[in-house]
Structures are given as structure tokens and as C-alpha cells.
């Protein structure tokens, strides 16, 4: 089977329609017993042929075994028979041998009840739901400048406070593969998304349920309020991972439009939060179309900014990343046509500069030659017309191809020739003032540089300051925090290892190194230089699935910064030194506050968000062949 990300979003996307807090539903069983089609000794055998070589071994993004079994047979089934990417790795299974491996990876019977929260777990009294009230955390990064910063007043957490913090709570999503979406909190209440198709508005504080939306597919990225006008209602917008967005009726969760931003052909993503802003809302549009193998000619898709009206959902504005259409440019060694130029998606969520009328994207590589100067770049979009403004591009010449035969294959049969280090930006840029009123913008990338630029003299470069040795895995990954005086990266470098002798090579095999990774750096603002390094913290040796790298994006309190880590500790560091003020192991297992059976892992991707007192994070990120989980933790300080 082909190890790749794609068959997350392919598993996911194929789950129920709707999820059983939605619906009140039991899962139907799709198939007899294990008593009547006794498949366990096959089903061992053609998981090992098919799929020990990547879920066994940390290949290319795909989750261990330990991870599917938080799945339930019926999802692999409909993954493997009708779930995009998958179908084609099933399509040699007949009916009997997908039960099989099905039973086998999940370790469950067909039939077997999903749990479904029962009617306690939602909120016995309405609320009065009003977001223009009271202290929040709205999309990705808190604000529109995506700093990632909680000033004190919105906060209510001091530094002296952090060490008190304990467990208020936890949420477990239920059939859910991983958990690494970061939730929002405004009006008393917490948005999140989760794997399991289904998006929830929970009480801040206790964690019910106050409503609960089946989505198409899984969402990855943070969702954010807005407002379209001054007579409509309050409204969530998020989009998922097949490039669907959606507006929802903030108080009652009932569905106002949806809207596709881009068509299948090339597998998009939303990944990256969408950011609501004056009456638009904009989408940030990537595709995970350079993960395909030699059969798959490769590559047309072009990253690319979309602004939709907010109350109705037409859409406004479309920028591609790339102006010129792709065109054959040849021929693989597997005789299928090659394509470019392509790639340059938009893999985080946009910032709005209000004063310049501009939106900034940051941009990831090509997927294939030719080059172009838009990938591995920051973007200057117009905000009312999405005219490119300005371009600043970081690195030339990244063409990169992640399949199971591109860059990380032995023998790189798909990899583009001469291929690129990989070094696209995964996060968000940073848009900050200066005491002396000089604008910086700010943006991590993994090649481990943190880039400040003049936004007011359209992007030249203030300073550059390396805190990684960078690589495809970061470098910096997911996201910086920036406060008043520091820009705060967290530091990835999660690196394969070298292949122990007389290892037999896999194509596509990304094997982490657990010694490797880790750590937090904090730049001063103004020069980019380093005022502390936080050393990484790495596994305990006999801890599975441990990775010490810190991939999840930061964020800042006056006196703290918190950041998590795949070995699945969040952790509080000082912002005058970094020492270490907090420290919990998420990964463990919970009673769900919905009264499902929850299960801590990794943290990656999403960073933590801290309102009013409470520090909330997701545990769980399986996309990094870490530890698995799907659970929502809310702390609080007595």
C-alpha cells in the first residue's frame, strides 16, 4: 500500500457521513462475523505483504499500527473500496481479503459499536451566545496579525500561575484516527474540529456539547468567526481537506452555505485556516498532488488564495501561485507523461495587513520542473482585487517530490532531476509593529531561518537568523509566536535515520531518528539576534512512537511560552530564559468529559490556545508515525 499522507485523508473522508453525536445513529454492520468468515491468519498474512513495510516502520507520514486501532473496520473497508487514493491500493483485494486486513488493523470484530456519547454529555442549559462579548482566541493565530500572543487581560494566566495548572477536562472524538486541530474559543464557548468528520462548539469551561456538524470530510485547520455585515448572524467558516468550505450559524451549528475552492482532479487541501476579514473570507488552497507514484503524471496543480463573500459564499476573488498553466514537459522512467510547473500551495493561514490593504500567504515548493519564483516565498495579495503586489522568494530551484518513488525513494524514480532541499513554508507569516513604529514581517521556514522583512518596502530583508539545521520535515514547521520583545520558532528537525546494515531498503521509507529534534529558540525582535535557545528534551528509551521533535506552533503569554512536542509532553518555558515553569505527559489515557474513552500522544501541528484562565490543546497527531490519540485537554490554576 502506498505510504503516504494521502491515505489520511483518504480514510477519513470515507468515514460515516455523520458522526454519531450529530446523528444519534448506530453504525450498521457491513459484513458477518468473525466467527463466520474465520479470515485472522490471511488477513495477518496480507498485511504484512501490503502494509507492514510502511505502518511498521515509520514510512512517509503513514501512522503505525498502534494508530488504526482507534479505527473501525467498516472505515478501512470503505477507504480501501471507494476512499480516493486507497481504492487503488484495494483495488487488487477482493471483498473477503480487505474484511481481513480490516479486522486485523483495527483489532475489532464488524459489528462492533462505536462509542456515541450519550445525551449527558450535551449541555443541560442554553447559553447566551454572543462572541462580541467576553475574552477569546479567534482563528489560527489569535488576530489577524497571526502573532500567536495572549496579552494578560485575555489570558487571566500568569507566569507564577503556569506551575498550578492541572486537568480540567478532556474531550475524546470518537473514531477518530488523530487529533491535532487547534480549537477557538469566543462567547463562552470552544469550536473544534476533529478527524471524525465533525465539527463541535463545546462549552469553554465544561467541555458539553452544544451542537455538533458532520462535515464532508476531516478539517484540518483552525476555524474562525465572523461576521458578514452588521445584521447577520455570528458565523463559524473552516474548510476541510478536499477543499470544501463551509459557514455555519455560530449559535445553533445549522449549515449557511458551502463552496468548493478548488475541483478534485489534483487531491486540494485546505490545510491552512481559513481568515474571515471585512465580509470575506479567505481560503488558503493546497494539494497533496506530488505524493502519487511514477504511475501518476505528475504534476498540474497550482497553490492558490480564494475569497469568498461571507454571507453568501460566491466567490469574489481566485489567485493562483502560479500564473503559467502547467504543460508536458516529458516523459518518467515509467513512460507517464511529466507536467510542470506546479505546486507552490498554500499550506497555513493567511495575515491580513489593514493598513496596507494586503493579505500575505506564504507558499511551499514545486512539485516539479520547472521552477518557478513564487514557491518558497512570501506573497503580497491585494486584498480587493488578489492582484500579487509583491513577491519575496527564500529559496530557487525547490522542486520536491514526497511519493512512495520520489525524493525519499531509494532509487528517487519520481524525484524531480535535479530536485530541491524541500524548505517551503509551512507556517503563517507575522505582521508586528516595532516600538519605534517600524513594521516587520515575520516568517519561519524549514530550512531553519527565521526571515524578518519591510512589508512597507515590499519585503526587503531586515534580518536573518538560523535556529535549525532545517530539512522536509522542518526546519521550522507549523508555526512562531511573537510577543513584544521576541520572536519565539520552535525547532522540528525530525530526520530519517540511516539504515542499520544489511536493512533491506523500502521505497518510500521515512524512518525518524528519536534522537534527533527538538528545542525552542527566542530572537530578539528588533535584530534577530538569539536571546536563548531551550535545549530539545529527548525520549525515554523505552517509550514507543517518542519523537522529540517540536513541529506544533508556539504560542506566547506575558512571561511564558507554550509549546508541544511529538514525544507528547506540552511544556511552558520562560520567556526571560527559557527555562522549563510547566511540564505534562499527555499521553495517557482519559475518561472523555462526552463519555467516551479518550487516548493522549503526540502534539504536532496545532499549538495550544490559552483563554480566561484555561489552556486548551489537542493530543494525538498520527501523522508524523508518532503517537496516536484523539482527545481535546482543557487545563486549568486553582
Known amino acids: 500500500m502506498v505510504c503516504s499522507y494521502l491515505w489520511l485523508s483518504s480514510l477519513q473522508a470515507s ?373 500579487i503586489r509583491w513577491r519575496r522568494q527564500f529559496t530557487t530551484g525547490d522542486a520536491f517530490n514526497g511519493g512512495i518513488v520520489g525524493c525519499f525513494s531509494p532509487d528517487r524514480r519520481a524525484c524531480p532531476s535535479p530536485h530541491g532541499d524541500d524548505f517551503d513554508f509551512g507556517s503563517s507569516a507575522v505582521l508586528i509593529t516595532l516600538p519605534s513604529g517600524r513594521r516587520l514581517l515575520i516568517a519561519g521556514q524549514k530550512s531553519g531561518v527565521v526571515h524578518a522583512m519591510d512589508p512597507d518596502r515590499e519585503g526587503a530583508v531586515v534580518w536573518e537568523t538560523r535556529v535549525a539545521s532545517g530539512g522536509p520535515e522542518g526546519g521550522i514547521e507549523f508555526g512562531i509566536a511573537v510577543d513584544d520583545k521576541a520572536v519565539y520558532a520552535p525547532i522540528s528537525d525530525l530526520v530519517a535515520r540511516e539504515q542499520s546494515p544489511g536493512e533491506k531498503p523500502q521505497p518510500g521509507l521515512i524512518i525518524s531518528d528519536r534522537t534527533k529534534g527538538g528545542g525552542l529558540a527566542a530572537l530578539d525582535l528588533a535584530t534577530g539576534g538569539r536571546r536563548w535557545t531551550a535545549p530539545p528534551i529527548l525520549c525515554e528509551p523505552d517509550r514507543p512512537l517518542c519523537l522529540p521533535a517540536q513541529t506544533a506552533a508556539a504560542t506566547v503569554i506575558p512571561g511564558a511560552v507554550f509549546n508541544g512536542s511529538l514525544d507528547g509532553h506540552m511544556r511552558a518555558y520562560s520567556t526571560r530564559d527559557g527555562a522549563v515553569l510547566w511540564d505534562f505527559d499527555t499521553a495517557r489515557r482519559y475518561g472523555g468529559v462526552n463519555g467516551v474513552p479518550g487516548q493522549g500522544g503526540s502534539i504536532g501541528g496545532a499549538g495550544p490556545i490559552v483563554v480566561d484562565g484555561m489552556l486548551y490543546t489537542t493530543s494525538g497527531d498520527s501523522s508524523a508515525s508518532s503517537q496516536p490519540g484523539n482527545v481535546l485537554l482543557a487545563f486549568g490554576a486553582d
Open 15 to 387: 468515514a460515516q457521513a455523520t458522526a454519531p453525536e450529530a446523528s444519534g445513529e448506530k453504525p450498521v454492520a457491513a459484513h458477518t462475523s468473525a466467527a463466520d468468515q474465520p479470515l485472522g491468519k490471511e488477513g495477518e498474512s496480507l498485511y504484512k505483504e501490503h502494509c507492514s513495510q510502511c505502518h511498521d516502520t515509520g514510512a512517509a507520514h503513514a501512522p503505525a499500527r498502534q494508530a488504526l486501532q482507534q479505527l473501525w473496520p467498516e472505515l478501512v473497508v470503505r477507504a480501501l473500496a471507494q476512499g480516493g487514493i486507497m481504492n487503488a491500493q484495494g483495488s487488487g483485494l477482493t471483498d473477503e481479503q480487505k474484511s481481513a486486513v480490516a479486522r486485523v488493523v483495527t483489532g475489532k470484530d464488524f459489528g462492533e459499536e462505536m462509542p456515541v456519547a450519550p445525551k449527558s454529555a450535551f449541555c443541560a442549559r442554553p447559553d447566551n451566545f454572543n462572541p462580541s462579548r467576553g475574552l477569546k482566541w479567534d482563528g489560527w493565530g489569535a488576530n489577524d496579525a497571526n502573532t500567536r500572543f495572549q496579552p494578560a487581560p485575555d489570558a487571566k494566566l500568569s507566569a507564577a500561575n503556569i506551575p498550578k495548572l492541572k486537568l480540567k477536562w478532556a474531550f475524546a472524538f470518537p473514531g477518530a484516527l488523530g487529533s491535532n486541530t487547534q480549537p477557538i474559543v469566543a462567547g463562552g464557548r470552544l469550536f473544534v474540529a476533529s478527524w471524525n468528520r465533525t465539527v463541535y462548539a463545546l462549552d469553554a469551561r465544561s467541555g458539553c456539547i452544544r451542537w455538533a456538524f458532520p462535515t464532508s470530510a476531516f478539517v484540518r485547520g483552525a476555524p474562525v468567526l465572523g461576521r458578514p455585515s452588521r445584521m447577520a448572524s455570528w458565523r463559524l467558516y473552516f474548510g476541510d481537506v478536499t477543499g470544501r468550505v463551509y459557514a455555519v450559524d455560530a449559535s445553533t451549528g445549522k449549515e449557511i452555505w458551502t463552496a468548493r475552492a478548488d475541483d478534485l482532479a489534483h487531491f486540494p487541501r485546505i490545510s491552512g485556516s481559513v481568515k474571515a476579514y471585512n465580509g470575506l473570507v479567505f481560503v488558503p488552497v493546497t494539494a497533496l498532488e506530488e505524493m502519487g507514484d511514477e504511475n501518476y503524471p505528475c504534476c498540474q496543480f497550482s497553490g492558490k488564495l480564494v475569497a469568498f463573500d461571507g454571507s453568501s459564499g460566491a466567490e469574489i476573488w481566485e489567485t493562483p501561485t502560479i500564473a503559467e498553466p502547467a504543460r508536458q514537459t516529458g516523459f518518467n522512467k515509467a513512460g507517464i507523461a511529466t507536467w510542470g510547473p506546479s505546486g507552490a500551495g498554500t499550506w497555513s493561514s493567511p495575515t491580513i495587513d489593514a493598513k496596507a490593504g494586503v493579505v500575505y500567504i506564504t507558499t511551499g515548493d514545486n512539485h516539479s520542473h520547472p521552477t518557478t519564483d513564487t514557491s518558497d516565498a512570501i506573497l503580497a495579495l491585494d486584498i480587493k482585487t488578489g492582484r
